[in-house]
């Protein structure tokens, strides 16, 4: 029955898209994908809520061991390892960064079971204490519906990449019920160069998934505050200053970050990386128990001045006493939150860097407003300090200042901090992007041997693939054949260009048509002359290795328009610089 009503409408669809055009199925598309991106926000709120309102607190928490919440995450993080290693072959792509790699390196093309897998990992990860977000999760939810969708229904690059963007706004959207926020991230995070037209697929996707949000989900289910004092303009140099500081916080967030994930990287049996991660988190989470989980529920105790409540349950500071010691505290767990969530996502466990860095802000902002009050300045409102400096880390970690802005915004249910919000973020982001140019997840994309960037002519070189456009149909000549032997090679080739190589195919040198004409046509040479003393050396190789904008520079250098490339000395194939023009204007034309 479920099969029958599955091909209803599968063709359904499919007579929309003979009936209508191009634009048209785009924008119903777009609501298709942004509902489903925003149903699976839904469920994975739920199904994190479960496991904690069922399992965790309706079961294991009622063990007579003050502290058995200490061991949740070697639970959930184990069961993500073996879902992973045994269901998903280990290829889970956690973060933006896969998903800009499939936009640059695989055609907008994402793994068909990202539409599930990571809500089934990311919820066992988080359910069970993991100290990450599940945004991150949803966006890649999200883009993969999109993906897979344009896959299904055979849509072109532009619009294939168009929806994978649309599933992540939609994501976003359903999970903060923040229609704005979903477009702007997609622009500042997922999309590199946007004409305004793409904006309306957007902006259907992001308002359906958040209109899905708002009809299942409780309040309590999302992040929401109620502001209790308005701006006060006198407090503008505080802002300022937190500004600045949450650019440092966020510089040290993401250096923190890596360094953690590096030490992780190291490590090759996931077992230990298992038992070293939920060991260290099971430490961390002793000390400072607000740690434990996404963190959503201790931000709201900072928001509601219940500051008792983040250190209730640990085994060193249940009950303090002296402001001070508190301010110490809290900036203690602001600077811990990059180490567990780097630890959480290190060890096996799926999650991201939204929420903590979202705790992170709320932490900063709470802990500066607090040290001005205990300096004297009374008139410091604690609450929108916390507020506002949500947005400034999450601008700094992302370098997406529009989506902290509006993010923030939106679930304070008004603009009456846009001010603030505005300064915060603005400050924080020049200051993380004049230290660290790239973002976090733009830095791991490099790593993985792709770039992205705001002008056009550099985000589309960067989409050629070298592979794709190697020609191989040069015949390679032995360095000791004669010029008779040469000859005859000659005679069955089209080209003009022959390497020379030795034993193994290790290229050594180059015999071009024009430069031999002479001897060809003088056979008294023919057995007296190799072809090692008619080669000429490469004036530059390329490295199989290498990016194209390395190519090109040497392109541009030696003035040729064929150059030989090499895998560790052996000869590949030819680059020719018309190709790669041709590739260029071809990926122009698909992105028009």
Not at 88 to 113: C, D, E, M, T, V
Not at 458 to 476: A, C, G, H, N, Y
Not at 537 to 564: A, C, H
């Amino acid at each position: 029955m479920n099969l029958k009503k599955h091909n209803v409408i599968e063709k359904l669809i499919n007579w929309i898209h003979e009936k209508t055009s191009e634009k048209q199925f785009l924008i119903f598309a777009s609501i298709l994908v942004g509902l489903s991106a925003g149903l699976a926000a839904v469920i994975l709120k739920l199904f994190v809520s479960a496991i904690k309102h069922y399992l965790v607190e309706g079961y294991l928490l009622r063990i007579d061991f003050k502290y058995i919440y200490l061991l949740l995450p070697l639970i959930g993080i184990g069961f993500t390892v073996v879902i992973v290693s045994y269901f998903f072959r280990n290829q889970i792509y956690k973060g933006a960064s896969y998903i800009l790699y499939a936009i640059a390196k695989r055609s907008g093309f994402l793994p068909f079971h990202q539409m599930y897998s990571h809500i089934i990992t990311s919820g066992l990860t988080i359910g069970f204490g993991g100290s990450a977000g599940l945004e991150s999760p949803i966006v890649s939810t999200g883009s993969a519906i999109g993906s897979n969708f344009a896959r299904t229904y055979k849509l072109n690059y532009k619009d294939r990449t168009m929806l994978l963007a649309a599933g992540a706004a939609g994501g976003i959207a359903g999970a903060f019920n923040a229609p704005i926020a979903g477009v702007l991230f997609a622009l500042e995070v997922i999309l590199v160069d946007i004409s305004i037209s793409a904006f309306i697929p957007l902006l259907i996707a992001s308002a359906s998934g958040a209109l899905l949000s708002k009809i299942i989900l409780h309040e309590s289910s999302l992040l929401f505050f109620k502001l209790k004092q308005p701006f006060d303009y006198h407090n503008v140099l505080f802002y300022i200053l937190l500004g600045l500081l949450s650019g440092i916080i966020s510089l040290y967030y993401v250096n923190f970050f890596e360094r953690v994930d590096q030490f992780f990287l190291k490590i090759n049996s996931k077992i230990t990386k298992w038992v070293i991660g939920s060991l260290s988190l099971a430490l961390l989470f002793a000390l400072f128990p607000s740690l434990f989980g996404e963190g959503y529920e201790s931000i709201k105790s900072l928001s509601e001045m219940n500051v008792e409540q983040l250190y209730h349950d640990s085994i060193i500071f249940e009950s303090i006493n002296n402001q001070w010691i508190v301010l110490i505290f809290i900036l203690a767990v602001m600077l811990l939150k990059s180490v567990a969530a780097a630890i959480t996502l290190g060890s096996g466990g799926n999650g991201g860097n939204f929420a903590p860095s979202l705790f992170v802000g709320a932490y900063l902002g709470f802990a500066f407003a607090f040290f001005l009050r205990l300096l004297g300045f009374d008139n410091v409102p604690l609450v929108n300090f916390t507020i506002v400096a949500m947005a400034g880390i999450l601008s700094g970690v992302f370098h997406a200042p529009l989506t902290g802005i509006f993010l923030i915004a939106e679930i304070t249910g008004g603009y009456e901090l846009i001010i603030p919000l505005m300064i915060v973020s603005s400050f924080s982001y020049v200051i993380a992007k004049y230290f660290q140019p790239d973002s976090l997840e733009i830095r791991r994309l490099k790593k993985m041997g792709a770039i992205v960037s705001e002008d056009k002519d550099t985000s589309i070189l960067s989409k050629i693939s070298i592979q794709e456009v190697i020609e191989t149909d040069f015949s390679p000549i032995h360095f000791k054949l004669t010029l008779r032997q040469v000859v005859e090679i000659i005679k069955h080739s089209r080209r003009n260009t022959f390497p020379v190589v030795k034993k193994n195919n290790k290229l050594i040198g180059i015999i071009y048509l024009d430069n031999i004409r002479e001897e060809m046509f003088n056979p008294e040479l023919y057995d007296k002359i190799i072809a090692h003393e008619m080669m000429q050396k490469p004036s530059m190789v390329i490295e199989l290795s290498e990016d194209i904008f390395s190519i090109m520079k040497k392109f541009e250098e030696s003035g040729q328009w064929n150059l030989p490339v090499v895998e560790n000395g052996l000869y590949v194939g030819f680059l020719s610089k018309s190709s790669i023009l041709d590739k260029y204007r071809n990926q122009l034309v698909a992105m028009a």
